[in-house]
Nanobody
């Protein structure tokens, strides 16, 4: 099982990034996918999640209206489009795959997002 994030980097305030997370080794389309982030010295925070079918999404209040989560089950990939980025969005972003019925929970290795001028 693997989850591989990509798309992180350094961006100026107000800029945009799109993160991707590709899963392999499990039935991606059956899993809820969630993006988390962890800033230096802080705990891990849920950013956005998307149901297995992609119909339902949820967002942290701090990113509502700026971030959009989506998925392509044919490509086994979940995305996080991040717009109007702020310095406080700086963190390592992780994707998580969870199958509640089977009790399975997988994590990616994380990708660094730095918002700075």
């Amino acid at each position: 099982v693997q989850l591989v994030e990509s798309g992180g980097g350094l961006v100026q305030p107000g800029g945009s990034l799109r993160l991707s997370c590709r899963g392999s080794g499990f039935t991606f389309s059956s899993y809820v996918m969630t993006w988390y982030r962890q800033a230096p010295g802080k705990g891990r925070e849920l950013v956005a999640d998307i149901a297995a079918t992609g119909v339902t999404t949820g967002y942290a209040e701090s990113v509502k209206g700026r971030f959009t989560v989506s998925r392509d089950n044919d490509k086994n990939t979940v995305y996080l489009q991040m717009n109007s980025l702020k310095p406080e969005d700086t963190a390592v972003y992780y994707c998580n795959a969870k199958h509640y019925s089977l009790g399975r929970d997988y994590w990616g290795q994380g990708t660094q997002v730095t918002v700075s001028s």
